[in-house]
């Protein structure tokens, strides 16, 4: 079942929080994701589908916001580019206004006005941006990540058009001048390639979690989503969350916990 507003709003311990509400994000009752997934995706126990929680209450300031922005930017070497237009992102801050764009009527409750929502590529179960690849440096792993192959990307970016989160860059310049230390444990990019998150994938084949996670104090929970011990799992059966833009139907993977657990 999908909870009413006036249920969430308890949940979300915010009674002027009317305006959050709207058609740009599903929400998810605890306990309602198992049948949620299991119908949408036809997920069984012997499949994995990680994904990342974002709980809103981790995050009291900007520098909690750029802890975990700046993990990501020393891990995967992205190069610092003063120029919007221009500029390289995997993970950043956003307003509710622009992360929930459809939603946000112009008149939101303070303390929702004032949040900065961390924003990255969803790794969608269905994601268009695979779809529209021709040549295939953008695909979906056995594990729910979707993720590229730097040296097929050809730069036409069909994959920027089709994602709806805005979640691709591209590299209109050689991007290594603007990298202040490269790491080595992860590869620079060249002119004319898209690049994203791509939830760690290359930390986690050592057994590590992302970089972002680690920096977040417990505010970002990575896991196996069809795992029913993994934090994800726990989290998100105990707790309410929403999903940007669901009637795009392209089921993300990134949760947004904005209020409490279904008890206060």
């Known amino acids: 079942m999908t909870i009413g507003r ?4 308890k949940a979300a311990g915010a009674a002027g ?5 709207g058609s740009s994000y599903r929400i998810f009752a605890p306990g309602e994701l198992e049948a949620f997934t299991e119908h949408k995706t036809g997920a069984s126990s012997a499949s994995r589908r990680m994904s990342l929680v974002v709980d809103m209450k981790g995050f009291p300031d900007e520098a909690s916001y750029n802890k975990c922005v700046e993990a990501c930017n020393n891990t995967h070497n992205i190069p610092h580019i003063e120029d919007e237009k221009h500029e390289i992102k995997w993970i950043w801050p956003e307003k509710y206004e622009n992360a ?11 303390q929702i006005e004032k949040m900065k929502f961390l924003v990255l590529c969803n790794h969608c179960d269905k994601p268009p941006c695979v779809r529209v690849c021709p040549t295939k440096a953008t695909f979906k792993r056995p594990d729910g990540i979707v993720a590229m192959d730097y040296h097929r990307c050809i730069g036409c970016r069909f994959c920027m058009a089709a994602c709806p989160y805005g979640a691709r860059s591209f590299n209109w310049s050689d991007p290594r001048p603007f990298i202040k230390k490269i790491n080595p ?3 620079t990019r060249t002119k004319g390639v898209v690049e994203k998150c791509n939830f760690c994938a290359d930390r986690l084949s050592r057994g590590e979690r992302p970089a972002c996670v680690e920096a977040s104090n417990g505010a970002l929970i990575f896991g196996d989503l069809n795992d029913m011990d993994s934090d994800v ?23 947004y ?8």
């Open 17 to 21: 929080i009317l305006g959050l509400l």
């Open 185 to 187: 444990l992860y590869p």
């Open 6 to 9: 006036r249920q969430f709003l």
């Open 233 to 255: 799992r726990k989290t998100l059966r105990a707790k309410y969350a929403i999903t940007r833009k669901p009637d795009r139907g392209t089921l993300p993977g990134v949760y």
């Open 257 to 264: 916990i904005i209020g409490g657990s279904s008890n206060d």
């Open 100 to 110: 929930f764009p459809d939603s946000s009527d112009g008149h939101l409750p303070e």
